[in-house]
């Protein structure tokens, strides 16, 4: 099956700060999403992205599907981003072990 | 309004025994999942229906059986549960999109079921 590693596996940032985090999967894909869970459990979708760059507020999303990986923006950081980043892939969305990011005031 | 729902929250059990999850979406999606989230937060799916059929089983142990009776409805049961069963169950929801075509499945994922086996 699709390998997906994402990086870095915790994050520290100071609230205000931007951050970048990384996605790289094994074989070309036409299905990748990003999704956000908080720390109440919550699972929320914030892309779906199999190539190219999208934008949500703060957040915005890159994939570069010929080179197998995509990158999650973060910019001026809020507590409330914190949380565990998902990267999945594929079509049977194949998950990363994602990307624990958390937000200091 | 929640758009998929997860019944019950939290569920505390003895080894040995038999407990059933239940989903209900109500977004007017064809496809909907079972997924494992382990303690050290791993998603795994384990299965999908589509509009009542059974197109992913994931190696999951013959314990859990899934059961769809109607496309808006996707139901886990775990037969004579283990320790190592203790987990958060999330079901999710989406279009159905054929292997290959264009389009997304975008997930809607439920609150998750925190299941505990003691």
């Known amino acids: 099956g699709i390998q997906v590693e994402q990086s870095p596996p915790d994050l520290i940032l100071q609230e205000g700060a931007n951050s970048t985090l990384r996605c790289n999967f094994s074989?070309?894909?036409?299905?990748l999403q990003w999704f956000h869970q908080n720390p109440w459990g919550q699972l929320i979708n914030l892309f779906y992205?199999?190539?190219g760059t999208k934008q949500n507020g703060r957040l915005s999303a890159t994939t570069v599907a010929t080179e197998r990986y995509s990158l999650l923006y973060i910019s001026s950081s809020q507590t409330t981003d914190s949380g565990v980043y998902f990267c999945?892939?594929?079509?049977?969305?194949?998950f990363g072990k994602g990307n624990q990011v958390v937000v200091i005031p | 309004d929640t758009a998929v729902s997860q019944t019950p929250k939290y569920l505390v059990t003895q080894m040995g025994n038999d407990k059933s999850i239940k989903c209900e979406q109500n977004?007017?999606?064809?496809?909907m999942y079972w997924y494992k989230q382990d303690s050290k937060k791993f998603l795994k799916i384990m299965f999908s229906?589509?509009?009542?059929?059974?197109?992913i089983n994931e190696t999951v142990p013959n314990r859990f059986s899934p059961k769809s009776p109607d496309k808006a409805h996707l139901n886990l049961h775990i037969n004579s549960l283990e320790l190592g069963d203790s987990a958060v169950y999330f079901c999710?929801?989406?279009?159905?999109?054929?292997?290959?075509?264009?389009?997304?499945?975008?997930?809607?994922f439920g609150a998750g079921s925190r299941l505990t086996v003691l």
């Open positions: 999710a929801s989406s279009q159905w999109i054929r292997r290959g075509a264009s389009g997304a499945n975008v997930l809607t």
């Open positions: 074989d070309s894909v036409n299905n």
């Open positions: 992205i199999p190539s």
């Open positions: 999945a892939v594929g079509y049977r969305l194949a």
């Open positions: 977004l007017g999606h064809d496809t």
């Open positions: 229906y589509n509009n009542k059929e059974l197109i």
